[in-house]
């Protein structure tokens, strides 16, 4: 059994789910991490941790916005609120 500490989140041992949402992040984390290394090898591993972290960030955010919310909340709703994902750009609101 994995420790508490070592899966970031306490219901990780309840829900399944969970902890393979985990995995599939870290391991984009560190998928990342390795292209930007071979790209820059010159950035020390804060530089390497942060810009990677920024990328999946990013990527979640779109993954929420593009996929779950339009599900749960309805178009109308994405719509009302100003949650529709650009098709272009960044998002300005």
Do not use: C, F
């Amino acid at each position: 059994m994995y420790q508490l500490s070592l899966l970031g989140d306490g219901r990780a041992n309840e829900w399944s789910g969970l902890l393979s949402q985990h995995t599939v992040w870290v391991r984009e984390h560190n998928r990342i991490e390795e292209k930007l290394y071979e790209l820059n090898p010159h950035w020390n591993g804060e530089r390497l941790y942060q810009e990677t972290r920024r990328i999946v960030i990013a990527q979640w955010q779109v993954s929420v916005y593009k996929e779950y919310l339009p599900n749960i909340l309805g178009a109308d709703a994405m719509h009302r609120y100003g949650l529709r994902l650009a098709n272009t750009g960044n998002w300005n609101g």
